[in-house]
C-alpha cells in the first residue's frame, strides 16, 4: 500500500541515477550502470546452436558473470568443491584460456549447492582485476597480465551457503560486502594498494547482495540490501546514512534504481518495495514510497527495468511479474515457462533494444518484451551439454553476449 505520509512533491525533491558513465566494456555486476542495460542495439535477439561463435570448457565450476576489459575476459572458478580458487583471463576474439591463477588453496568452508565456491562476479578498473572468493583468501586484485598485487583476508564470513557479493569500485577505492552469521560488515580498500580505507559493522545475518552506486543531489550514496532491510553508506567513509526495515528477510537480489527509487525485492516471500534515497535515519515511515505484497517462492534475480516497468522473476514458479515503480502497482502477472522443463530462474536479466532476457537454468533464454502484457518473442538455447547449468548473467559485449554455464563460456552473435 502507499505510504500516506509521503507527499507527491517528495517524489521529485531528488533525482538519483547511476554515477557511472557510459563504458564500451561490461566491466562489473550488472554493467557500466549497475542495472543490466546495455545499449548496444547490434546485440542479437535470437539465437540458438548456429549462432555460437566459439566455446571454451572451463577449468572447475562456476556462477560468476564474465566481464570485458579490451580483447580480454575475466572470471572465476573452483576446482574440487571449493579446495581451489582461480581467477581465468580468456581471449575475447577467440575464447582461448590466456592465463589461469590458483589464488587461494585449502580446506573449502561450507556452501550452499546452488551457490559453490565462485559466485562473485570480477571487477575491474581497466588496469586491475578484483575477484571475491569470500572465505577461500578474500579479495585479490590482479594485474591484466595475471601478476597478484595485493590480497586481503577478510576473516571467516561464518555462514553454511557462502558468499557471492561483488566488489565494486567507488573512486580509488575497491568496496566488498561482508555479510555473515557472525561479525558481519562492509569494507573499502585502496583499490592499488589494498590498504583498508574504512570498515562498518552490518547486522549479522547471511547475505550475498552487491552494493550499488548512485547519485543523490550532491552525493554518492552505497545502497545495499540485507536480511533486515536496505541501507545507504557513504562510499567515502563508511558512514550509514540510512535505513528502511524489510518484510521478510535474506535481502539476496541487488537493489535497482527505476525512474529515481530503489525497487526492492526480499529474497524470501515479503513484500516488494521502492524507498527514495537521499533520507537520513531510519526512513521505513518516511521514504518507503510503497509496497505490495507476493504471491511467490521466492526470488533471486534482481528487478529489471522495460518500458518504464520493473520485471521481477520468480526464481521456482518461473513466473514474471510487472511493476508500476512509481504509482505502486502490479501491472500484469504472467507464467514464463513450465519451470520443469526449463529449471529455476536464478540468473539475473538483462536487457537491451527494449527486450528483457531471462536465462533459466537450462540455459533456455527468454526473450520478453513488456507492455500491457507479456509478450514472449523468443526462446533462445545453444544446446548445451549434460549436467550444464546456468545461473550467471549474460554479458553483453560489442554485439555479441557472453553467455556462462557453470563449466562452459559460450560467444553468441553473428
Known amino acids: 500500500m502507499r505510504n500516506p505520509l509521503l507527499i507527491p512533491a517528495l517524489l521529485v525533491a531528488t533525482c538519483a541515477s547511476s554515477i557511472f558513465a557510459a563504458d564500451p566494456d561490461w566491466r562489473g555486476w550488472r554493467g557500466p550502470s549497475s542495472n543490466g542495460q546495455a545499449t548496444d542495439d547490434s546485440l542479437p535477439v535470437k539465437w540458438g546452436p548456429e549462432n555460437v561463435i566459439w566455446k571454451t570448457e572451463l577449468p572447475g565450476a562456476g556462477q560468476s558473470s564474465p566481464i570485458v576489459v579490451g580483447d580480454r575476459i575475466f572470471l572465476t572458478a573452483a576446482e574440487g568443491r571449493g579446495v581451489s580458487r582461480i581467477v581465468l583471463c580468456l581471449d575475447r576474439e577467440s575464447g582461448r584460456i590466456v592465463w589461469q591463477k590458483t589464488a587461494w588453496t585449502g580446506t573449502a568452508e561450507p556452501s550452499h549447492n546452488m551457490n559453490g565456491w565462485a559466485s562473485a562476479t570480477c571487477a575491474t578498473d581497466g588496469e586491475r582485476i578484483y575477484a571475491f572468493f569470500g572465505a577461500g583468501g578474500g579479495l585479490f586484485c590482479y594485474s591484466l597480465d595475471g601478476e597478484q598485487l595485493w590480497n586481503q583476508k577478510l576473516g571467516p564470513l561464518t555462514g553454511p551457503w557462502g558468499t557471492a557479493a561483488c566488489p565494486v569500485l567507488a573512486g580509488n577505492l575497491v568496496i566488498q560486502n561482508c555479510d555473515a552469521d557472525e561479525n558481519a560488515y562492509i569494507a573499502a580498500f585502496d583499490r592499488i594498494t589494498g590498504k583498508q580505507v574504512w570498515k562498518t559493522d552490518r547486522p549479522d545475518a547471511r547475505g550475498w547482495s552487491t552494493p550499488i552506486l548512485i547519485q543523490v543531489a550532491d552525493h554518492q550514496e552505497l545502497v545495499v540490501n540485507g536480511h533486515h532491510g536496505v541501507r545507504a553508506y557513504d562510499p567515502k567513509s563508511g558512514e550509514e546514512l540510512w535505513f528502511c526495515q524489510s518484510f521478510s528477510g535474506r535481502g539476496t ?71 508500476n515503480v512509481k504509482e505502486g502497482t502490479e501491472n500484469w502477472r504472467s507464467r514464463v515457462a513450465d519451470a520443469g522443463s526449463t529449471g529455476q530462474f536464478c540468473a539475473t536479466p538483462v536487457a537491451w533494444n527494449d527486450t528483457a532476457f531471462f536465462v533459466a537454468e537450462s540455459g533456455v533464454t527468454y526473450a520478453i518484451k513488456a507492455g500491457k502484457g507479456m509478450q514472449v518473442v523468443a526462446r533462445n538455447s545453444v544446446n548445451p551439454g549434460s549436467g550444464e547449468i546456468f545461473r550467471s548473467a549474460i554479458t553483453p559485449d560489442n554485439g555479441q553476449l557472453l553467455l556462462r554455464s557453470n563449466t562452459v563460456l559460450y560467444c553468441i552473435g553473428k
Open 253 to 323: 537480489p541487488t537493489v535497482t534504481l527505476i525512474d529515481g527509487l530503489l525497487h526492492v525485492v526480499s529474497g524470501l516471500r515479503g513484500d516488494t518495495y521502492a524507498v527514495q534515497p537521499g533520507g537520513k535515519g531510519d526512513v521505513t515511515e518516511t521514504r518507503m514510497t510503497w509496497h505490495l505484497a507476493r504471491n511467490c517462492s521466492r526470488d533471486l534475480p534482481a528487478p529489471i527495468a522495460l518500458n518504464g516497468q520493473s520485471l521481477v522473476m520468480d526464481m521456482r514458479r518461473a513466473t514474471l511479474t510487472s511493476y
